[in-house]
Structure formats: structure tokens, C-alpha cells
């Protein structure tokens, strides 16, 4: 069996008074896609900010490819790469010189052979020599994903991966995530659009309040759940995060 790339025990992150994340505990191993999902406030983005090094966990024990994060941070952070819903960039960057310090940063050896493919992956190449602000807000996305695969990431967490693509963009950004994880890479992707997390997840993490409301496959999850079986996604996350009323707005997107 696969050595889990991300292991997450007991997980806490607390704000004064208001706890954020309570005692959530889960692994991803090498290849696999975790769909994170929940309503508004769940603590999605506490979660993954803890799980980047961007924030300290309260408590618990967060490992990424073995390296404790917080013990052991630097190897820790060298194997994973996050990519945030706001695409954080460097105003007077090019694209190329973006993926020039990212590959200094993190020692690749090889970033001239990486480098070219990943552009015309992900339709960057007549780009290069452009800054942030004379790029659509999809090309932005698409410069942030560039980065964060260019040193091929043991483990890859992605929020909100596909705002501002196009159709065609959507299509092609799906096929590098899946073919991320078919390499081995562990992934975590987070979004409302639950219809991206049916199809690309192998397992489903719902959490509200904080907490793991279910984990697994979403036969599994159904399985749970015999009222809804057969159904999909959407329905199994309004049944089971109490939001499948009939007046219920904003049926099928799990907020942040």
C-alpha cells in the first residue's frame, strides 16, 4: 500500500474564541483527489491555510510526504505547492520570469525542459513576456497553476482551480489536474461547483461547523445515506449539511 503523501490528525484552529476547525483528522495518498466541500463559514480555508504553512494549527498534527509541518516546515512546504482562489502574483513579473524564480526557489534542475511544455499546456506560451495586469483574470489562474506544478508537488491543494477559465480553458485544466494525480501527486481541490468534484474526486470530504460530517467515496457516502441512493453529489451534500428544504437558496454550491 502507498505511504499517504498528507496526513492530517486532530486538526484544530481556534480564533480567540471561535473555533474555525474542530479535531479533523484525514489522509490522502499518492494519486488520489480529495473533493473538501462545505457550506459558508465551514472552515474550508482554515483548513487549507493550515495545511500550506500559511497559518499555525492551534493542535493537531498536519505531515506532508512524512516532514512534520510544523517541526519539520521546510521540506515539508518543498514538497506541496497551494494554490489559493486569488491568483497571488508579482506585479512586475512577466510569466516567465514568475517561472524562472519558482524554479529557483525550489531547485529545479530541469525548469527549461518543464518550463516549455507547461506553457503550451496550459496556453501560456504566446503569454510569456506579458505582467499580471495585461492578463485576464483566467490567465492569471492559469499562471498561479503553472507555478505550483512546475516542481512537480508531492501534494497539491487547489481552491477554486477553474474561476475565470473558459470552457475550453475549464476542459483543459481538468485534464492537468487528473494527469497530476494518474502521476502520483496527492490532491486536494475545494469548490462549490460540485459537479468539478464528482467528476475529478476519489473521495469526498464534507465538513460544517468545523467538522468531518462524511468521508468517502460517493457511493460510500450514498451507501450511508439508503434515503438517497442513486443520487448525486449536490443532493447528498444539501441532505447531509441540513440545506435540502425546499426554500433552501443557493441549492448546490458549498460556499467557503
Known sequence: MPTDVIEV???????????AVRGLSFTVAPGEVLGLVGPNGAGKTSTLHSLAGIIRPTSGDIRIAGHDLVSD???????LAFVPDE????????????????????????????????LRELELADKRSALPAELSRG???KLAIACAFLHQPAALLLDEPLTGLDPLGIRRMKAAILARAHAGTAVILS?????????????????QGGQCMVLGSIAEIAASRP????RGL??????????????ASGAGIAGR
Open 191 to 207: 469548490s462549490h461547483l460540485l459537479h468539478l468534484v464528482e467528476e475529478l474526486c476519489t473521495r469526498i470530504l464534507i465538513i
Open 73 to 79: 516546515p521546510v521540506p515539508a512546504k518543498r514538497a
Open 87 to 118: 491568483p497571488q502574483l508579482f506585479e512586475y513579473m512577466t510569466v516567465d520570469d514568475h517561472l524562472t524564480f519558482i524554479a529557483r526557489l525550489y531547485g529545479v534542475p530541469d525548469a527549461a525542459q518543464r518550463v516549455e511544455p507547461l
Open 139 to 141: 490567465m492569471r489562474q
Open 234 to 247: 449536490e443532493e447528498l451534500f444539501l441532505a447531509i449539511t441540513g440545506q435540502d428544504t425546499p426554500d
Open 227 to 230: 434515503d438517497l441512493e442513486g
Open 9 to 19: 490528525r486532530d486538526l484544530v484552529k481556534q480564533y480567540g474564541d471561535f473555533v
